[in-house]
């Protein structure tokens, strides 16, 4: 995951988003309706590592929103309020949420 997540961030900064929207959109499927294994891969493989590595880069975190789904973009905001150290409503909450209402 980590060499997707790289290419994914590399894309982006080189301004191929076309080229990187279907990793998104696989996501927001996994989210809405994969098995637990697959959401878990979506958020914490995919997108938390995303957050990670373009944190680290000029392009920032943020810049990768407007690819984001509705259930993907929840579950960003909740990894971004995590590693923020802002409390939550609980830890991992909204991702439970997600996953419980698109069961």
Not at 21 to 34: M, N, S, V
């Given at each position: 995951?980590a060499e997707l997540?790289?290419?994914?961030?590399d894309s982006?900064?080189?301004?191929?988003?076309?080229?990187?929207?279907?990793?998104?959109?696989?996501a927001?499927?996994?989210?809405a309706t994969?098995?637990d294994?697959?959401?878990?891969a979506a958020v914490?493989?995919?997108?938390e590592?995303v957050?990670?590595?373009a944190s680290?880069?000029?392009?920032g975190?943020?810049?990768?929103?407007?690819l984001?789904?509705?259930?993907?973009?929840r579950?960003w905001?909740?990894?971004?309020e995590?590693?923020?150290?802002?409390?939550?409503?609980e830890?991992?909450?909204e991702l439970?949420?997600?996953?419980a209402?698109?069961a």
């Amino acid at each position: 995951m980590a060499e997707l997540t790289g290419y994914v961030v590399d894309s982006f900064e080189a301004g191929h988003t076309e080229d990187i929207r279907p990793a998104f959109e696989l996501a927001e499927r996994l989210i809405a309706t994969g098995p637990d294994e697959e959401r878990h891969a979506a958020v914490v493989g995919f997108l938390e590592t995303v957050q990670n590595v373009a944190s680290h880069r000029k392009c920032g975190s943020t810049a990768f929103a407007f690819l984001l789904g509705p259930m993907s973009l929840r579950v960003w905001a909740e990894l971004t309020e995590m590693w923020k150290g802002q409390p939550t409503s609980e830890p991992q909450s909204e991702l439970r949420a997600v996953t419980a209402n698109s069961a």
